[in-house]
Structures are given as structure tokens and as C-alpha cells.
């Protein structure tokens, strides 16, 4: 069974920093885009940061833009969301997902989430 598992999340102070990744295995995703989605508290998921299968093409929602960065390195795999000057909003479930194209509807494959805590 595919499997996308994510992993760097953690309690972090407002200000700071966290790098997550999101490795895939059973398939490579060729051409597929991967991103990232979160889900606060008692709030919907909503899309973070996307990529094209190249990696030339990014995509953020605005109140990331500037702080946190998406990239893939396809030779393993993985894709990375590294984020600065965390806020408390930015508290979370992260989970990262793969699909044909970079938006939520066409995710077809997602992960199971790590939690990130910014505290203030």
C-alpha cells in the first residue's frame, strides 16, 4: 500500500523554526505534484504549499508566503516544508499529500499528519 509519512513536526516557540518532510514509498510519483495542508483546531483543512513535479513551480496560501518553503528532492522521494518565523496560528495538523495537480481536489494520496505546536 502507498504510504506518505511525515515527520519533523514538534513544540516550537513563536519565532522559531521547524522542517518537516514527507517521504513516499511503494511508488515514486512520477509527474505528480506534492503538497502540504493543515488542519487547526475546530477548523477545516486548508492548503499550505504545493509543488509541480520539477519542483520549478511553487505554490503558497498567503499567510505562508515568506516564511515557510516547499521543495522535493524526487530522487528520494520526499518533499520538504520548511518553515520560519512561526506563529501561534500556525498551529496544527500537517499533513502532506500527492496528486496529478498541485490543489486539494486532485490529491489522491495523503499522508497521516504531524503535529506542529507554536507556542507564544
Known amino acids: 500500500q502507498v504510504q506518505l509519512v511525515e515527520s519533523g513536526g514538534g513544540l516550537v516557540q513563536a519565532g522559531g523554526s521547524l522542517r518537516l518532510s514527507c517521504a513516499a514509498s511503494?511508488?515514486?510519483?512520477?509527474?505528480?505534484?506534492r503538497g502540504w495542508f493543515r488542519q487547526a483546531p475546530g477548523k477545516e483543512r486548508e492548503f499550505v504549499a504545493a509543488?509541480?513535479?520539477?519542483?520549478?513551480?511553487?505554490y503558497y496560501v498567503n499567510s505562508v508566503k515568506g516564511r515557510f518553503t516547499i521543495s522535493r528532492d524526487n530522487a528520494k522521494n520526499t518533499v520538504y516544508l520548511q518553515m520560519n518565523s512561526l506563529k501561534p496560528e500556525d498551529t496544527a495538523v500537517y499533513y502532506c499529500?500527492?496528486?496529478?495537480?498541485?490543489?486539494?481536489?486532485?490529491?489522491?494520496?495523503w499522508g497521516k499528519g504531524t503535529l506542529v505546536t507554536v507556542s507564544s
Open positions: 499529500a500527492a496528486g496529478p495537480r498541485p490543489t486539494a481536489d486532485a490529491m489522491a494520496y
Open positions: 511503494l511508488r515514486t510519483f512520477t509527474g505528480y505534484a
Open positions: 509543488v509541480s513535479w520539477g519542483g520549478g513551480t511553487t
